[in-house]
């Protein structure tokens, strides 16, 4: 019975500090998965069309907006980066910041 109490009372342990990860010092919350599950899911999608398999478009994710970066060859590729990442749910709005170089 000792051998199972201790292994259990550490797994609560760990539980309840888990469970704070998501308040500052101040007990403000902050995103602490959900930017990165959001920036993953726009990659995923990116990865998935035709027109963005291989375009070498960069994605981050701050409390739901989304910034696009990098360069594509065609305007079509932008516009449909930023179209497919504004479906993504989760997605506040997108910041387009990507370069078309021809």
Known sequence: MKKLCIPLLSLSLLAGCQSMS????????????????????VRTSFSENEILADAPIQVSSDHGVV????YVKKIRQADVAEQIASRVNGVKTVENRIIIRK
């Open 22 to 41: 998501g308040f500052n010092s101040y007990g403000q919350s902050f995103a602490v998965n959900g930017d990165e599950q959001i920036s993953n899911a």
């Open 67 to 70: 910034t696009l970066s990098g």
